[in-house]
């Protein structure tokens, strides 16, 4: 009976993987869920109405495509759900206090560099370069994060001990925790607001073939 | 994801509205002139009021407006959906 208990859990715990994390954590689920839904229809869409995309640029097939993304944007989820759960907020911040010169200077140096990772990509135009800059913002912090962690991770190795220890730098790392998850809500919502007002705006364009006299009329 | 929901329910809620406004603005000071802008901030269009005298007085149906209503109305609708647990 107890076995049977047993497995039964085993069954449910493995069933519930996907749902648990999605419901833990949620913030990034949707973030990412966002940029693949934005990424694959906006492709789609550019790709059916004969305009240049990425596909071209990279001498991929459509069919590639389809398969390539949501893998890719899967797996990205589940390295950054992984990470994620190795950190409670408290824990983080513990690391962050720690590693004060290793933070300062990632985070000068991510500062410094980002302007030319956005420089050198190709945003487009309105919206739409809103929402590709949050992406590459997005995705070289998550990679400097990466960096941040390994570097934490040897310099642990070496020093023992916090050599370090600054209030005006513990200042800053709580005013960070206690300001940066609003204001990224903020920023995230305020784009899929956007992006939804265009596409129902679009929608009802569409379906009630609105051609702008009443505006033209103003 | 809640707080989320929120904030893009009232985005949408609030440009829409502020877009209705703008559209409310345009048609008061181009009838009326400047005397028409200050009382387009005194008054409130109405519901179908506004859009009744926008139709007979240009002759066109103001669709933009009820667009953007609509916009706003599922805006209301996530933000609402999004508050319901909390």
Partial sequence: MEQEIIQTEKVESKENFFLKRIQKYQVLTFTLSFLFLYRFIGTLVFYFAEKETFIENYGLSIGVFLIIIPVVYFLQWLIVIWVASKYTQESLKEKFYRHP????????LYLTDLPYRLSGSDLGIGLFKMINAFEIIIYYASISFLWWMLICWISKKIWRKQKFEWPWYKKIVDKFFIFLPPIYKFILGLMVAL???????????????YSGNDIQKL | ??????????????????LMF?????????????????????LSPGLVIFPIIFWVVE???????FLVLGIGIIGLIIAGLSSKDN
């Fill in chain 2, 22 to 42: 703008v559209f409310w603005l345009s048609a008061m000071s181009n009838w009326l002139g400047f005397f028409g802008t200050i009382l387009a901030f005194v």
């Fill in chain 1, 195 to 209: 992006l939804i007002f265009l596409l129902l705006f679009v929608l009802f364009v569409g379906v009630f073939h």
């Fill in chain 2, 1 to 18: 994801m809640r707080s989320i929901g929120k904030i893009i329910g009232y985005i949408l809620w609030i440009g829409a509205g502020l």
């Fill in chain 2, 59 to 65: 002759g066109i149906f103001p669709t933009f407006y």
């Fill in chain 1, 101 to 108: 010169i290793a933070t300062i200077i990632l985070f000068i």
